[in-house]
Nanobody, 128 residues
Framework: QVQLVESGGGLVQAGGSLRLSCATSGRPFSLSAMGWFRQAPGKEREFVATMYSSASSTLYADSVKGRFTISRDNAKNTVYLSMNNLKPEDTAVYYC?????????????????????WGQGTQVTVSS
């Protein structure tokens, strides 16, 4: 059984930082691409960041580029999202997702339907 468990969300003031974690089990993490998505109230879920299994390549949404960093620790089966200079518009439920196997075109990993498994989400609230 595959499980993804996010943690690290919370309430932070604008300009602050948070680091989200997503611990995985049940699939070879080192062979999986990982992604972060978010869903704000009343909006559709949107892509945030993704990283190949080898950690050789990353992609970010334009809205977070330069502020957020995705990273992974294959020894701990965990992916992270470091978020700096947070803005009120970053307020959302953040989800991690796992794609098992090879993906040749990383741009496909910006799409929700590419992923096989999802976490339950963690709330991030940024106050102004």
């Amino acid at each position: 059984q595959v499980q993804l468990v996010e943690s690290g969300g919370g309430l932070v003031q604008a300009g602050g930082s948070l680091r989200l974690s997503c611990a995985t089990s049940g699939r070879p993490f080192s062979l999986s691409a990982m992604g972060w998505f978010r869903q704000a109230p009343g909006k559709e879920r949107e892509f945030v960041a993704t990283m190949y299994s080898s950690a050789s390549s990353t992609l970010y949404a334009d809205s977070v580029k330069g502020r957020f960093t995705i990273s992974r620790d294959n020894a701990k089966n965990t992916v992270y999202l470091s978020m700096n200079n947070l803005k009120p518009e970053d307020t959302a439920v953040y989800y991690c997702a796992l794609k098992y196997g090879l993906v040749l075109d990383q741009r496909r990993l910006t799409r929700e339907n590419e992923y096989d498994y999802w976490g339950q989400g963690t709330q991030v609230t940024v106050s102004s």
